[in-house]
């Protein structure tokens, strides 16, 4: 049998990471403060998880100004989309390994 968790990326271990990706699998974009809010985190934590996503091309950063405020803002990348989903897929085989 196939080693279970050879499929499971270590880039969505914490569950902050896991947060961020579930928020921005199904949403187009998701502007800073929201992902803090959903996840509630810190600046600094949420920051740290984000930064190291961008860095592996995971998730891709958008800076812009909303009237004169500066807005912040993610979205998943096709790699990252394609990570996450084999990521989901090995957590239900570990789950589930007859499936």
Known sequence: MKDIISGLNKAFDSRVRLG???VLSVNESVDFNTIKELLNVTDGN????????????????????LGRKPNTSYMITPLGAKLFKEHIDALEKLINPLS
């Open 20 to 22: 961020i990706m579930s």
């Open 46 to 65: 949420l920051a740290s998880h984000l930064k190291a996503l961008e860095k592996e091309n995971i998730i891709e950063v958008k800076k812009q100004f």
